[in-house]
């Protein structure tokens, strides 16, 4: 969302050299920790763990695609090419359009879709309604993650009415997260299931909330006052991108230690990861060489 208040807000200074250079800065990103990622579980792990052979048809398939969550790499590069012809539209003159692209985005991606997705646990008719929607209607003008890149632009510059509603219907959603996950799926159907994708009407709702509580309660987010926020912030794509090693790392040492318990396991993973995170990233920034990468 907030890349989307960035790039597509009439303040914010386009140009296709602009574009170009946040597109290069993206792929080196991207090459750079795919190799580091490939490296660490492909290579190293492969010889000195697992105590198996090289396979170099999954160290290509590991470049090529990256580490699963450099999958965002590939979407942020997918919407910045789109930025220019998204720019012709999403302004303050068209906001009745960007409404009701909005409404067929959150109605045809999200609601329509999870339903059919819960549903098909239940019943295959869900999965003939499934092909109506992707191959007769085909609307993936309005599909994918681009809603939350214009929804980004829409909350930053208009104010939301009934932001207490909105705060309620959040926490309501993150309860259904985690109990439609828990009951309405795993432990009715007996499979290990989950209702919080990107895709789920319940975290595009969370999303939201979140959004709006920062913006309410951090308007000067930019004011150079602020150290703490705006370090994050500067830090905050190499955060991104070293997270999940030091995830799995802190996994297997709770599970060394025998300590099993959400409750528990959670907070801890959270909080050493956000804090070696942001350390890893301020230390690669001091060094000329890979602050680029961070």
Known sequence: MISGTLMLDKNYEFSSKKLIKHIKKMIVFFIFWSTIYCIIYN???????????????????????????????????????????????????????VEYFLLLSIIFTYIIPQIIDI?????????HLNDVLEKYLQ?????GLT??????????????KNKKLIYVFGFIDLLISIIGTYVI???????????YGNLS???????ITVFIIIKDKFKNIQNKSNKLINSISKYSLGIYATHTLIIATM????????????????????????????LCSFILSKIPVLKKIV
Do not use: C
């Not at 290579?43 to 965002?72: A, C, N, P, R, T």
């Not at 809603?147 to 104010?159: A, E, K, P, R, V």
């Not at 009407?201 to 999303?207: A, F, I, P, R, T």
């Open 201 to 207: 009407v319940n975290v595009l709702l969370q999303s």
């Open 139 to 143: 609307l993936e003008y309005v599909g």
């Open 251 to 278: 996994y297997e040492i709770l599970e060394k230690i025998n300590i099993d318990l959400a409750i528990i396991n959670i907070p801890i993973v959270f909080i050493a990861s956000f804090l070696l995170s942001y």
């Open 119 to 127: 549903g098909s646990n239940y019943s295959s008719l869900f999965e």
């Open 43 to 97: 290579i190293i792990g492969q010889i000195f763990i697992k105590h198996e052979s090289i396979d170099m048809i999954k160290i290509i398939v590991s470049l090529i695609e990256g580490h699963y969550h450099l999958w965002f790499i590939y979407l942020i590069i997918g919407l910045y090419l789109i930025v220019p012809l998204l720019r012709l539209w999403v302004n303050d003159d068209n906001k009745k359009y």
């Open 147 to 160: 809603t939350y890149f214009i929804l980004g632009w829409y909350i930053h510059n208009y104010d939301i």
């Open 185 to 195: 799926l795993s432990t009715n159907t007996g499979k290990t299931l989950q209702m």
